[in-house]
């Protein structure tokens, strides 16, 4: 069975930084583009940030570029987020996802709050 | 503003088929294939199709996608209340080195 578990969310403060990570079990990690999503309170989905199966190519949301790194440890089976220049408009409830451009499976999601 | 354009709402009542629309351009969905998602209240999306049309195993065949031109519809038959929920396309787009784009969400209202 697939999974994705997200972990790393939290509280922290404007121009702070964090770190999520997704354990994915049930499937070859390493053979698949993973990515991130994220959903800001009561608003709709966000693609954030997409990396390659071995992590050669990486693409980035406006938004986010420059201030998040995405990046994967395949023999932990393991995508992580860099997040750093935390502002509020980054709250939002972040999901790893399955895939490229299509994602069949989603992690359950770590909630990100930035606030002072 | 996101870059596809769905409805924000849309209401049917049991049994009824209802669709959902989803507008781009040719950047994404003119170039490449759509998808479908369906997110229960407080839960992460599920996938409901995949390149258009596909059916990912589980999903019901109440459940069909279809697309044309640079724009794309989710159909729901036989509407169930278990249906009451936000839908979401996505696509590629080749623009500004290649991005994932999404609509804004449909809240579906079984009535």
């Known amino acids: 069975e697939v999974q994705l578990l997200d972990s790393g969310g939290g509280l922290v403060q404007p121009g702070g930084s964090l770190r999520l990570s997704c354990v994915g079990s049930g499937f070859t990690f390493s053979s698949y583009a993973m990515s991130w999503v994220r959903q800001a309170p009561g608003k709709g989905l966000e693609w954030v940030s997409g990396?390659?199966?071995?992590?050669?190519?990486?693409n980035y949301g406006d938004s986010v570029k420059g201030r998040f790194t995405i990046s994967r440890d395949n023999s932990k089976n393991t995508l992580y987020l860099q997040m750093n220049s935390l502002r509020a408009e980054d709250t939002a409830i972040y999901y790893c996802a399955k895939g490229r451009t299509s994602y069949d499976y989603w992690g359950q999601g770590t909630l990100v709050t930035v606030s002072s | 503003q996101s870059v596809l354009t769905q409805p924000p709402s849309a209401s049917g009542t049991p049994g009824q088929r209802v669709t959902i629309s989803c507008s781009g351009s040719?950047?994404?969905?003119?170039?490449?294939?759509v998808t479908w998602y369906q997110q229960l209240p407080g839960t992460a999306p599920k996938l409901l199709i995949y390149?258009?049309?596909q059916r990912p195993s589980g999903v019901p065949d109440r459940f069909s996608g279809s697309k044309s031109g640079t724009s794309a519809s989710l159909a729901i038959s036989g509407l169930q209340s278990e249906d009451e929920a936000d839908y979401y396309c996505?696509?590629?787009?080749?623009?500004?080195?290649?991005?994932?784009?999404f609509g804004g969400g449909t809240k579906l209202t079984v009535l």
């Open positions: 990396i390659t199966g071995s992590g050669g190519i990486t």
């Open positions: 390149s258009n049309d």
């Open positions: 040719s950047s994404n969905i003119g170039s490449n294939t």
């Open positions: 996505s696509a590629w787009d080749d623009s500004l080195n290649g991005r994932v784009v």
